[in-house]
């Protein structure tokens, strides 16, 4: 009998990978890098994970909304050559990631331009101390084209307050455009585990409702990137666990991130040809005590009193951490219960920015002599960390001049070491 030759023994094999190969490439989809691929248009996982199923990649404009438009700041980019770039936010900005990413593609997009990009990100921070600290860390520095914030993975994180949240990012919005009527600003919504469990139980996330109705009352354009985590891991296109990993994203998880604001960017300056001026028109208040002349008042020797002592360069000697700005630096430090600081300033809103570490105490306070109430400033990570945290302690108060008075109770929570308190700023509205 004769034998057929080699090659058509084994046609049957080469024809099933071909027609294999014909519906699945090898192409990578921006933004997922590693092991997905594409099936005719679709995303799938390798075979050992997913099976052979093909999965329709969520598309990403479902997920950003252009409002405004940035109109003004892709005018001065590309007709003024020249422009100023900020990012305020916690550790998600902080870090190194999307943000450089986002900051190339700028770059890249208006390419015979120069631009500054400034980094204002500080980890643990949300909008409260953005709406205080903007104009320090970023308004001084000259004049912003285009500003993105984030502040609602800390907001929920450090449980502001919804009334605090709304004052504070129309705050940071408001001093924005004082300081530059036709800045653009972008709002971004970063994922947490919070967030997901929110959204897969049909809840928006408050601090998102919070956040976005500044947006929207200002025509600000947002991306909402714990929506977009969530269901792009409901639809499998990637895993928490195994790709996402934090909300500190996993370099995997940043390329999410700068893929999405990236389109966003893309989109909504294509949408634009000449800078708009009505966007220099400021709308009414959403809330008449939103924070938007908030302003940090550093710690000098003349605030020292007796049981407060003025300590020009305050560092921990407890083996606890510390961060970038609160360490090294001027602090006021109490700790001798009874002892009064008094603290004068005109405004509507006053509070002290300070470290809340190992030996963190309870303050008592009173404002214009009014009744004595207490704030407990241990937090929950105060055990090995000096943290830097906001407090308001004064709010909706009449104009005109006031006094703050502050003491240490001599009770302290249970997991504190100490009764003391370390005061960096006082800060006003």
């Known amino acids: 009998m004769k034998k057929s030759p ?43 994970f997913m099976g052979q ?44 990631g999307w943000r450089d990413s986002v900051s190339s593609y700028i770059r890249k997009r208006f390419p015979l331009t120069s631009f500054e990009f400034i980094n204002a990100g500080i980890p643990s921070f949300g909008s409260l101390p953005d709406a205080f600290r903007s104009y320090n860390d970023v308004f001084s520095k000259g004049k912003i084209d285009l500003l993105f914030v984030e502040a609602a993975v800390n907001d929920r994180t450090n449980a502001y307050p919804e009334t605090e949240q709304i004052r504070a990012m129309e705050g940071i919005v408001r001093q924005a455009k004082k300081t530059n009527p036709l800045i653009d600003i972008v709002f971004m919504y970063f994922v947490d585990p919070d967030k997901i469990n929110d959204y897969n139980k049909g809840i928006v996330p408050p601090e998102i409702i ?26 499998r296109e990637f895993t928490w666990e195994g790709d996402f990993i934090d909300l ?15 389109e966003l960017l893309q989109t909504c300056l294509n949408k634009v040809t000449e800078p708009q001026l009505s966007s220099s028109v400021m709308p009414a208040r959403l809330d008449a005590y939103c924070y938007e002349n908030g302003r940090l008042l550093e710690i000098t020797k003349k605030n020292e009193t007796e049981g407060w002592e003025y300590i020009a360069d305050w560092k921990p000697s407890d083996g606890a951490g510390t961060r970038d700005g609160y360490v090294n630096v001027p602090m006021l430090t109490g700790s001798i219960p009874g002892k009064v ?5 005109k405004g509507s809103s ?48 009449k104009k005109g001049s006031h006094t703050l008075r502050i003491k240490m109770s001599s009770s302290r929570n249970p997991e504190s070491t100490g009764t003391v308190c370390r005061i960096k700023y006082f800060f006003v509205n």
């Not at 929207?216 to 909402?224: D, F, K, L, R």
């Not at 500190?248 to 990236?262: A, D, M, V």
């Not at 300070?354 to 207490?374: H, N, V």
């Open 53 to 96: 199923a093909c999965i329709e990649v969520l598309p990403s404009e479902k997920f950003f909304i252009c409002r405004g438009g940035l109109a003004a700041s892709s005018g001065v980019f590309a007709n003024e050559k020249k422009g100023r770039v900020a990012f305020l936010g916690g550790s998600i900005t902080y870090n190194n």
């Open 350 to 397: 006053a509070g002290i920015a300070f470290t809340a570490g190992p030996d963190a105490g309870i303050i008592e306070y009173s404002i214009d002599g009014g009744e004595w109430k207490s704030k407990d400033l241990f937090t929950q990570w105060s055990r090995g960390l000096h943290l830097p945290w906001f407090l308001v302690l004064g709010d909706e108060l």
């Open 341 to 345: 600081l008094k603290f004068s300033f």
């Open 6 to 48: 080699l090659y058509l023994l084994y046609l049957p094999v080469f024809l099933i990978i071909l027609s294999f190969s014909a519906t699945t490439t090898a192409d990578t989809i921006p933004g997922f890098p590693g092991r997905r691929s594409v099936c005719k248009g679709l995303t799938r996982y390798d075979f050992e």
């Open 210 to 235: 919070n956040h976005d109705k500044v947006a929207a009352h200002y025509n600000i354009p947002a991306v909402n990137l714990a929506k977009e985590v969530t269901e792009r891991i409901n639809n």
């Open 248 to 262: 500190h994203p996993s370099p995997f998880g940043q390329q999410i991130y700068y893929r999405s604001i990236s």
